[in-house]
């Protein structure tokens, strides 16, 4: 989940939770807002996990190994 549909869910929830007055029979919109928030904010910490981890991995040329071979080198190798 990024943190774009994390946001969404929460938001979507707080509306659900706070904002919403009507009923609907065998439904307890409070509590379905309430699930919408609290996987919104799971989500929100797994994301940023995520992104954590990502940005600890080097990128580019600090983990590169230039394996640049020559048709020199693979005579003789059975190639």
Aim: proline content about 3%; aromatic content about 14%.
């Amino acid at each position: 989940m990024t943190f774009a549909g994390s946001l969404f869910l929460i938001a979507v929830g707080a509306i659900l939770r706070f904002a919403t007055h009507f009923h609907i029979e065998s439904i307890d919109l409070r509590t379905v807002g309430l699930i919408l928030m609290i996987v919104g904010v799971v989500g929100f910490l797994v994301a940023f996990w995520q992104w954590a981890v990502w940005s600890r991995r080097p990128h580019g040329s600090e983990g590169a190994v230039d394996e640049r071979r020559t048709p020199d080198e693979y005579r003789g190798r059975g190639y």
